[in-house]
């Protein structure tokens, strides 16, 4: 397709990895015109922060990779509007916290969580995700160095906790 409006429409799936500051601060137009995306991959940008994910609007969007963006737990707020988000990665993202976490109880479709390797979650923000998430059928905790051994003894037999002892 010659002319990128005109087909951005119709694309389903989106990688836009590794954005220095200069293209972030640009993202919300740009993912502006991708609509329909089903998959989007922010994943290596660290100059992604919550100001690119506000008040964007994909009613389709399954599939978000965030890992090592910037994003806080005022994304999450963000997020919990795409209303058939199944996917989320968000390894590596520092900024995410428990409280943020306490969110996720409003997600009635995610069924995978990545939060490997965020350094701010602990036992407590599992638990909320694990208790307050019904569709959640996988759980990736690996690398974070706050949540202990005791979170798999909690952990209902439906969900797939992934964690490093």
Do not use: Y
């Not at 994909?58 to 890992?67: A, I, M, R, T, V």
């Not at 997600?107 to 701010?120: I, R, T």
């Amino acid at each position: 397709c010659v002319n990128i409006p005109a087909c951005a429409g119709a694309l389903t799936r989106l990688e836009l990895a590794s954005l220095d500051a200069a293209h972030s601060g640009q993202l919300r137009r740009v993912l502006s015109f991708f609509p329909n995306l089903q998959e989007l991959s922010l994943a290596g940008s660290p100059d992604v922060s919550d100001a690119a994910l506000k008040k964007l609007a994909f009613p389709k969007l399954q599939l978000l990779n965030l890992s090592s963006t910037r994003v806080t737990d005022q994304a999450i707020e963000q997020l919990m509007r795409l209303p058939v988000l199944r996917m989320l990665n968000l390894r590596g993202c520092n900024l995410v916290t428990d409280a943020g976490l306490l969110i996720f109880e409003l997600c009635h479709s995610l069924q995978e969580l990545d939060l490997s390797e965020c350094a701010c979650v602990s036992d407590r923000g599992v638990h909320a995700v694990m208790q307050g998430v019904r569709s959640l059928v996988s759980l990736n905790v690996v690398g974070c160095k706050a949540v202990s051994r005791e979170v798999l003894h909690s952990c209902p037999h439906h969900l797939h906790l992934k964690h490093s002892l």
